[in-house]
Nanobody
Framework: QVQLVESGGGLVQPGGSLTLSCTAS????????MGWFRQAPGEEREFVSA????????YYADSVEGRFTISSDSAKNTVSLQMNSLKPEDAAVYYC?????????????????WGQGTQVTVSS
């Protein structure tokens, strides 16, 4: 089993930036995709971004394209999400997840392992 631990959430003003990190441990793996999802109160969990371990290909939701950047460090088993120009509607609990499948996996059901989540609050 893979354990995922997120960090980096917090309170930020609109227009500000935050960087989330997700560190994987446990069963070693290669390939697959690491993704970021978010869930606001009363809303469904939604796809934010993903990156393939094998080739570094990245995917973004339209709502964050151009503002968020996902990156990975395979040596450290870490995936980061740089979030710029944050908006109040970006506020949510952000989850890191992993699937063994490559490609643009945007559905939560495709992911087998999940972190506990980290809160991002965007408010003045």
């Amino acid at each position: 089993q893979v354990q995922l631990v997120e960090s980096g959430g917090g309170l930020v003003q609109p227009g500000g930036s935050l960087t989330l990190s997700c560190t994987a441990s446990g069963r070693t793996f290669s390939g697959g995709t690491m993704g970021w999802f978010r869930q606001a109160p009363g809303e469904e969990r939604e796809f934010v971004s993903a990156i393939n371990w094998s080739d570094g290909r990245t995917y973004y939701a339209d709502s964050v394209e151009g503002r968020f950047t996902i990156s990975s460090d395979s040596a450290k088993n870490t995936v980061s999400l740089q979030m710029n120009s944050l908006k109040p509607e970006d506020a949510a609990v952000y989850y890191c997840a992993r699937t063994g499948w490559d490609g643009e996996n945007t559905a939560p059901i495709a992911y087998n392992d999940w972190g506990q989540g980290t809160q991002v609050t965007v408010s003045s």
